[in-house]
């Protein structure tokens, strides 16, 4: 998880002003424009604040483990990210589960769904949507379900000729067993934000 996906939201999470804003030092997703905020928000805050944090910590810890993982001889190392690409989530040959690191990520970005459907923010539902896909590729079996929860998401931020083909490829599978490689994102019609709201 490349800190380069890791966006926050562009209101404050208590008043919605969008100036001066300070990022939650615990989740590092909401923002808050002053202390005063922080703390009128803190009791809505807290549950999730503390799941997010936990979450992306762990992402974080077996994000590095799956990087660095003893082959089948004990040999040198294996980036699982690089080696089982696709097989996430079905190998049992490794020390750090593959499937532990993808339920952490999943529910954490389960957690920041949450966040953007609260403050409408399309910045987050694009990164929920690039954390879905990429999850997605790593997982052909898609043991989780990612893909039932990707359409709504495009929809939402209006990408609407992603949806479709997203749509499109996933019915018309062969194979039950191994999705394969979704369908790469195509530059189309953009709607409003929130149109379909
Ligand atoms: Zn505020
Ligand atoms: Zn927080």
Known sequence: MADKKLRTTQKCNACAKDEDLKTCSRCKIVKYCSKDCQAQDCDSHKVRCKKIKRFTSETQRLDA??????????????????????????????????????????????????????????????????????????????????????PSVFLTVGREDDCYNFIKWHLTRDDDYDWGEPPESVEGNELDFFSYL
């Open 65 to 150: 483990a799956l990087r660095h993982c003893w082959n089948d001889f004990d040999e040198c190392y294996d980036n699982l990210f690089e080696k089982a690409f696709g097989r996430f989530g079905m190998s049992s040959m490794y020390d750090v589960s593959t499937k532990e690191y993808l339920h952490n990520r999943f529910s954490r970005t389960t957690e920041i769904l949450n966040v953007a459907i609260e403050l409408k923010d399309k910045g987050l539902f694009e990164h929920v949507c690039d954390e879905l896909y990429e999850m997605l590729r790593l997982s052909h079996t898609d043991n989780f379900g990612f893909r039932s929860h990707i």
